[in-house]
């Protein structure tokens, strides 16, 4: 069964930073490249930043520079270090395998990160 739960968003200011759980099933998480995902009220749902299985990351160009993508292959867990939070970082943030699709993949509920300015 998969299974995906996000944890550690919250409220912060700017500037600030939080750090983001996701523990996922093995048989999602052992053989694909992981990612951060974040949708903002009213806007598309979009890739952050990804992790491939041999730790390599990738980041936006949004996020890099602030954001750390890290994984735990032990603990089938995705992490990511926000730092330097903007306004703009306001979204609920999702992990997943990288190429899941919306509508046909499954998702965790996410979490929640607010950063007031």
Same mark, same amino acid.
């Given at each position: 069964?998969?299974? /995906? &739960?996000? !944890?550690?968003?919250? #409220?912060? =200011?700017?500037?600030?930073? /939080?750090? *983001?759980?996701?523990?996922?099933?093995? !048989?999602?998480?052992?053989?694909?490249?992981?990612?951060?995902?974040? =949708?903002?009220?009213?806007? =598309?749902?979009? *890739?952050?930043?990804?992790?491939?299985?041999?730790?390599?990351? %990738? @980041?936006?160009?949004?996020?890099?520079?602030?954001?750390?993508? !890290?994984?735990?292959?032990?603990?089938? %867990?995705? @992490? /990511?270090?926000?730092?330097? #939070?903007?306004?703009?970082?306001?979204?609920? @943030?999702?992990?997943?395998r990288v190429g899941?699709? /919306?509508?046909?993949?499954?998702?965790?509920?996410?979490?929640? &990160?607010? &950063? !007031?300015?």
């Amino acid at each position: 069964q998969v299974q /995906l &739960v996000e !944890s550690g968003g919250g #409220l912060v =200011q700017a500037g600030g930073s /939080l750090r *983001l759980s996701c523990a996922a099933s093995g !048989s999602i998480f052992s053989i694909n490249p992981m990612g951060w995902y974040r =949708q903002a009220p009213g806007k =598309q749902r979009e *890739l952050v930043a990804h992790i491939g299985t041999n730790g390599r990351p %990738t @980041y936006a160009d949004s996020v890099k520079g602030r954001f750390t993508i !890290s994984r735990d292959n032990a603990k089938n %867990t995705v @992490y /990511l270090q926000m730092n330097s #939070l903007k306004s703009e970082d306001t979204a609920v @943030y999702y992990c997943n395998r990288v190429g899941a699709r /919306l509508m046909s993949d499954y998702w965790g509920q996410g979490t929640q &990160v607010i &950063v !007031s300015s």
